[in-house]
C-alpha cells in the first residue's frame, strides 16, 4: 500500500514551501544535479509504507553520512548530457566517411552547434562512465548501497562499454562517432539507467550531507507487524522544528494505550510548532529520510494527515466550520478503509461556537480513541472536553505546554509537561500590546449633533 | 490622499491577483487590449478618495453601460496601429522621405519587409483613427474633460488629412511620407493621448459590460463629513444567486454587531459589504443597490488571519497584532471601515469574551469610522447593549427543518444564538464512519 498525505499537510508542514522561501525540501536539497533534485522531490511526494524499505534507504543514507563521501562527478557533465541524450535523431549522427579535410577546416573555425552538442556529450559521457567505474571501485568491501552498486557494475562491465572506459584521454573524430552510435543510440537505455542510478546516488550524499551537518538522527523503523495490547507505537527523543531557530527539543512515547495525544496550553506556548515538528520528523522518517531528533524509533503507518492553517473555501461555498467537519469527515473515511494513520488537528472546532466546540470534540476524540494503531494528536482550547475524555477513554495521554508569569510578561518553557491546563493571558497580550490605551489616546473628532 | 488598505484586505476580499480566476479583477477583466489590462490593474491599486473623481468615472460607466457599445477597432488593426506607434520616426519631412526610400529599395532589392510593414501599420492607425472619430459622434452628449479632449485633437487642422487619406489601398511614398511624419512626430504627443484613450475606453466597455451582464448598479458617491452608508441590496458579486441584504451604517448607529451559526453567512455577507465599498471608491459599478456611501480613507478587514510562525506568530498573537494595526490606523483619526470577522477565535473563551468586549467597546468611540464584527461570543452583544447606544445588532438566522438546517441568508436584527455544529456532524455521518 501507498503512503499517503494531501496538500493541505504539505503545506501545513512546510515541506515544499512557496517559492524561494524556508521549506524542508529545501533543507535537503543540496543535490548536485538537477536529476538528483526531481527525484529527491518525488521521494517527498511518495514517502514508504514498508519497513524494509525505508530502513534500506535511510541504512544508505546514514553509511554515506558516517564515510562523509562527496559527489565524485562534475555538475558541468550533466549539462552536457542531458540535452545531449535528449536528441535521438538517427540523422544527427556523426559520419567517419565525410571527415575530409575540409570538414576538419570548417569545424577548427566554428564547429555548427549540434556537432558542438555531440561532441560535448560523448566527452562528458565517457568522464562519468570513467568516474563511476573509480567511484564503484573505492566502495569496494563496504555492505551498504549493494544493490545498487551491483546494478552500476553490472551496466559498466558491459562489454558494449569497453571500448569506451579504456579510451584516452583526447578522443578522435573517429572515436566520437564510434562512442556516439553505442552512446545514443544502441546502448542508450543502459546509458539512461547509469544515470539514474547518479541521480539517487546524487540524492543520497546530498541528503548525508544535511544529516551530518545539522546533527539529525536516523529513525528506526519497527516491522509492522506486532501484536497485543500496549505495543509501541512511537519514541522520539529531543525532536524539534528544522526551520525554528533554537527550537527546544521535546521527548513523547506512544504506544497503542496511549495513542491519542490531548494537548493544552495558552496562546503562544507552542503548541502549534510541536505538532508540526512532531509530524515534519512523521513525514521525513516515512520517506527513509534523517530527522531533526535525538533518537526515533516509529512503527509504520499507512498516512500522515495534519490540519493546522485550514482556509476556509467561499468559493466552493463552505464556512470555516464546515471546512472543519469536512476535513474531519475525509480522516474518517481513510480510516475507515482500515488504514493506520497519524493524524494532527490542532485547535480542532475553532470555527465554532464553545459550546458546539466542545460537544463535538468530545464526540469525535472518543470515537478516534476507538482505533489504537492510529496515532492521534489533538489541541484545543476547550479544556473542559479534556476532564469528561479522561473519565471516557482510557488510552488518552493528557499533555500541556506551560505558561510562567514573570510580572506582566508571560514566559514560555516550550516543554511538554504532562496534564491539562487552563493557563490563559490573552488579556495579558492585549494589553501589553497598548491596544486600548492607542484607541483611548487617539484623535476622536467631535460628533456632530445632526446626523445626516 | 490615498484610499489606504493592505495585502490582508486585498486577500481577504480576493480583490486584485491577475492570475486568480476567482478574484475581482478576474471578474472585471474583459478587456481586449494589453494596455487596457494594464489600467484595469492599475485602477484596483489605486481607489480614488475624491467623491468627484469617483462619480465622474461611474458616470462614464454608467454611460456606456446604458448604451451597449462595443470598442470601435478589431484587435488586430488596434495591435497594429499600437506596434506602428510605439517606434518613432525622423524628425523632419526630408528625413522620412529618405529613409522610406531607403526601405523602398530594400524591398524591391533583397525582399526586406520593414516597408510592408510600416505601411500596414500606417494603415491600421488611420483606420483606428478614422473609426474613434466615427465612435466619438455616437458619444457626443457625453461632456467629460476626456472626451471633449480627444475630440479636439481629432479635430485639428492637421488631423483632418487624415481623413481624407484613402481607406484600404497602398498609400503612394509621398502619402506614406507624409502621413508616417504627421503622424509619429507632428502630432506626437496627441496621438499618445489617443493610444491612452483607446485603453480607457477598453475598460470602460469592458466593465460596463460586465455591469450589465450581472445586473450592476452604481454607487452614488457622497463627501466624508456626512458619514453614511447606505444601500437596500448588497450580495456578493462572484456568487451565482447571491441573497442581497440591506445595509445602513450613520454616525449615531456605526457598529454593526453580528452574530449566527456556522455557515449562516457571516463571513460572506461581510466580503460583500467590504467589496462593494472597495469597487464603489473605484467608481466601478457594486453587487449593491441605491448605494450612497461617504468616501473613507480606507478600508480594513480581517477575515482569514493566518498565523506566521516563520515570525514566530501563534494565531492569536496574529489576530491581536492585526487589531493592534487597525488600532494605530483609527487612532490616527481617519474614516474607516473596519470589517473584524470572528473576533479572537484563536484563543480560549474567556479571554475572547473580555478581549472582544474591551475591544469592540474602545472602537465604538470612534463615530467617524464604521465597524463590522462578527463572534459567536454571543455574550459579549448582551452586554455591549448596556453600556452602548451607537451599535446595531444583526444575526444570519437558521432554520431546522427536521435535522437539516437551512439558512435563508437574510439580515435579521437582533442577536441569536442558533447552533447547530453537532447537528452538521451528524448529518455528515462522521461518527459511524470511524466505528
Request: proline share 3%; net charge negative.
Amino acid at each position: 500500500m501507498l503512503f499517503t498525505t494531501d496538500k493541505q499537510t504539505l503545506d501545513d508542514l512546510n515541506i515544499f514551501g512557496k517559492h524561494g522561501g524556508d521549506s524542508i525540501y529545501n533543507i535537503f536539497n543540496r543535490c548536485a544535479t538537477r536529476g538528483g533534485a526531481g527525484i529527491l522531490e518525488e521521494m517527498f511526494r511518495y514517502p514508504l509504507a514498508d519497513s524494509e524499505a525505508i530502513n534500506k534507504r535511510s541504512g544508505i543514507i546514514q553509511s554515506f553520512a558516517a564515510l562523509d563521501t562527496s559527489f565524485p562527478f562534475k555538475t558541468a557533465a550533466f549539462d552536457a548530457a542531458t540535452p545531449y541524450l535528449a536528441n535521438t535523431d538517427e540523422r544527427s549522427k556523426l559520419t567517419v566517411q565525410e571527415n575530409s579535410v575540409a570538414r576538419k577546416l570548417t569545424n577548427m573555425m566554428a564547429m555548427d552547434a549540434d556537432t558542438q552538442l555531440i561532441y560535448k556529450g560523448v566527452e562528458s559521457l565517457t568522464d562519468l562512465l570513467k568516474q563511476a567505474k573509480e567511484f564503484i571501485k573505492e566502495l569496494d568491501g563496504n555492505g551498504f548501497y549493494r544493490e545498487e552498486k551491483e546494478e552500476m557494475s553490472v551496466i559498466l562491465n558491459d562489454p558494449a562499454f569497453a571500448a569506451i572506459l579504456q579510451s584516452r584521454e583526447k578522443l578522435s573524430h573517429a572515436q566520437i562517432a564510434e562512442f556516439d552510435v553505442i552512446l545514443r543510440f544502441r546502448q542508450r537505455n543502459l546509458v539512461e539507467k547509469l544515470l539514474g542510478l547518479i541521480f539517487y546516488l546524487d540524492v543520497y550524499l546530498s541528503v548525508a550531507k544535511v544529516a551530518a551537518e545539522r546533527k539529525f538522527v536516523f529513525p528506526k523503523a519497527l516491522p509492522a507487524n506486532q501484536q497485543g495490547n500496549g505495543h509501541d507505537l512511537l519514541k522520539l527523543e529531543g525532536v524539534y522544528h528544522p526551520l525554528v531557530k533554537n527550537a527546544v527539543p521535546n521527548s513523547i512515547h506512544v504506544t497503542t494505550d496511549s495513542n491519542v495525544i490531548f494537548l493544552t496550553g495558552a496562546n503562544m506556548a507552542g503548541k502549534s510548532t510541536f505538532m508540526k515538528s512532531l509530524s515534519i520528523a512523521m513525514f521525513l522518517a516515512h520517506a527513509g529520510f534523517p530527522v531533526a531528533a535525538k533518537k526515533m524509533e516509529f512503527a509504520v503507518l499507512d498516512g500522515v494527515y495534519t490540519t493546522i492553517n485550514l482556509p476556509d473555501n467561499l468559493g466552493m461555498g463552505a464556512s470555516h466550520f464546515y471546512a472543519e467537519v469536512l476535513r474531519v469527515k475525509k480522516m474518517a473515511q481513510e480510516l475507515s478503509l482500515k488504514k493506520d494513520l497519524f493524524i494532527v488537528f490542532d485547535e480542532l472546532f475553532r470555527g465554532t461556537n464553545v459550546k458546539d466546540a466542545y460537544e463535538a470534540t468530545i464526540a469525535i476524540t472518543s470515537a478516534f480513541a476507538k482505533k489504537r494503531e492510529s496515532i492521534f494528536v489533538i489541541s484545543t482550547h476547550i479544556i473542559e472536553a479534556g476532564d469528561v475524555l479522561k473519565e471516557k477513554c482510557g488510552n488518552i495521554s493528557f499533555v500541556y505546554l506551560p505558561t510562567r508569569m514573570k510580572g506582566h510578561q508571560p514566559e514560555y518553557t516550550y516543554t511538554l509537561e504532562q496534564g491539562i491546563t487552563s493557563d490563559r493571558h490573552g488579556m495579558v497580550i492585549v494589553n501589553n500590546e497598548g491596544i486600548l490605551e492607542i484607541l483611548r489616546n487617539g484623535k476622536k473628532k467631535p460628533q456632530k449633533t445632526t446626523a445626516t | 490622499m490615498s484610499f489606504i488598505t493592505d495585502k490582508q484586505t486585498l486577500d481577504d476580499l480576493n480583490i486584485t491577483g491577475r492570475f486568480s480566476p476567482q478574484s475581482l479583477f478576474s471578474l472585471f477583466n474583459a478587456t481586449r487590449t494589453r494596455g487596457g489590462e494594464k489600467l484595469l490593474d492599475r485602477m484596483f491599486h489605486e481607489p480614488l478618495s475624491d467623491p468627484a473623481a469617483i462619480n465622474s468615472r461611474s458616470g462614464v460607466l454608467k454611460y456606456f453601460h446604458e448604451r451597449e457599445l462595443s470598442f470601435p477597432v478589431s484587435a488586430q488593426v488596434f495591435e497594429d496601429a499600437e506596434a506602428y506607434l510605439g517606434g518613432s520616426t525622423g524628425s523632419s519631412f526630408l528625413a522620412v522621405a529618405g529613409d522610406l526610400l531607403r526601405k523602398k529599395a530594400l524591398e524591391t532589392a533583397v525582399k526586406d519587409e520593414q516597408y510592408g510593414h510600416l505601411q500596414n501599420g500606417l494603415l491600421a492607425t488611420i483606420g483606428m483613427l478614422n473609426a474613434l472619430q466615427g465612435f466619438l459622434q455616437k458619444v457626443s452628449d457625453l461632456s467629460t474633460g476626456q472626451f471633449e479632449a480627444v475630440q479636439a485633437a481629432l479635430n485639428t487642422h492637421r488631423a483632418k488629412w487624415l481623413q481624407d487619406a484613402p481607406e484600404g489601398q497602398p498609400l503612394s511614398l509621398f502619402q506614406l511620407a507624409r502621413y508616417d511624419h504627421l503622424i509619429r512626430h507632428v502630432l506626437r504627443e496627441e496621438t499618445e493621448n489617443i493610444l491612452d484613450f483607446m485603453y480607457h475606453l477598453d475598460v470602460y466597455i469592458a466593465v460596463s459590460n460586465v455591469a450589465r451582464a450581472r445586473g450592476f448598479s452604481y454607487a452614488q458617491a457622497l463627501p466624508k463629513e456626512q458619514n453614511i452608508f447606505r444601500t437596500t441590496a448588497v450580495s456578493h458579486p462572484a456568487l451565482e444567486k447571491a441573497v442581497a441584504n440591506p445595509l445602513t451604517l450613520q454616525e449615531d448607529r456605526n457598529v454593526l454587531f453580528l452574530t449566527g451559526a456556522n455557515m449562516a453567512g457571516k463571513s460572506t455577507f461581510m466580503k460583500s459589504l467590504g467589496i462593494a465599498v472597495y469597487l464603489a471608491h473605484m467608481g466601478f459599478p457594486v453587487a449593491a443597490k441605491d448605494m450612497q456611501f461617504s468616501v473613507r480613507d480606507g478600508l480594513y478587514t480581517s477575515i482569514n488571519v493566518p498565523d506566521n510562525l516563520n515570525l514566530g506568530y501563534s494565531h492569536f498573537y496574529a489576530e491581536v497584532l492585526r487589531v493592534k494595526k487597525v488600532a494605530e490606523e483609527v487612532a490616527k483619526g481617519h474614516d474607516l471601515l473596519v470589517i473584524f470577522d470572528e473576533l479572537f477565535k484563536g484563543t480560549n473563551v474567556k479571554d475572547a469574551y473580555d478581549a472582544t468586549l474591551a475591544v469592540t467597546k474602545e472602537f465604538s468611540t470612534y463615530r467617524n469610522s464604521f465597524f463590522v464584527i462578527s463572534t459567536h461570543i454571543i455574550e459579549v452583544g448582551d452586554r455591549l447593549k448596556e453600556d452602548c447606544d451607537n451599535l446595531q445588532f444583526s444575526y444570519l438566522p437558521t432554520i431546522m427543518e427536521g435535522t437539516v438546517p437551512r439558512y435563508p441568508y437574510t439580515l435579521t436584527a437582533g442577536i441569536t444564538s442558533d447552533r447547530h455544529g453537532m447537528v452538521i456532524i451528524e448529518n455528515e455521518k462522521i461518527l459511524e464512519m470511524i466505528e
